[in-house]
């Protein structure tokens, strides 16, 4: 019997304009779409009635299928002769552990492709107004995750430098007074700006600027409402002149 293929596609970061035509083709043509909470429901509308649309629930919830459950439901649908789209927020290689599921998909001997995606860690940021790079204050970003556990963080806080370089953190919230202070130990200054982006690109986007120095009060004194996604550099200044 044929098999099927699995595709991991990125859905883009919230507006469901900035889904791409490639992911919009194969959303129409595919026969099973896994999806997530951090996708916006709205783009399920490009597939036909027929096509199976399974909810693996919300990040972080106990009801959530585990990672191993959604591997182990897109492999039997793609070996059921199904084609799989397996849908995710932003791109799947970034934080999205689509890595792991192609590894999975080329060990069940299945065909896969990826359809890459519009990062939250690109868009949402430009949504806000805050334009990554700067030929001023801001030669190069990295692209953190702040959601390792602290004992067995792989990230060296402290050995960031900050000059001309732009700081983008995903899954940042729960850690985030713990990181700022190991950044103030390191080479941050309490002056560097810093801003929270909640549901950013939709339109219950609300961005949040601060220093670091403040930050940490502002949160217990307004929490922040995820998905947000942390900037932090000179590059949030422009903010003020080219946020909307
Ligand atoms: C598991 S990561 C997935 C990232 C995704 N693969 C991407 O490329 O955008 C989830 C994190 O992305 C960030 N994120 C995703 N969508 C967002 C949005 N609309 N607004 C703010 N942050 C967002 C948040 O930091 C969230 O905790």
Redesign the pocket.
Known sequence: MKKGKIYLV?AG??DPDLLTLKALNVIKNCDVIIYDA?MNPEILKHAPDQVEKIFIGK?RHSERLSQQEVEALMIKKANEGLDVVRL???????????GEEAEITIDAGLEWEVVP?????V??PAYAGIPLTHRDCASYVTFI???ESTEDSKVEWEKIRSAYHTLV?????TKLPDTVSKLLRGDFLPETPIAI??????SK?NVRVSVLGSITADIEKTPVK?????VIGEVVKYREKLGK
């Open positions: 990125g970061p919230g951090l990040s995710k927020g932003g791109d799947p290689f970034v934080f999205g552990r689509g995606g519009i990062s939250s860690g868009a949402v995750t702040g959601h953190i995903f899954m940042g919230i982006i909640e549901s950013g690109t939709t986007q995820t998905p947000a996604l942390v």
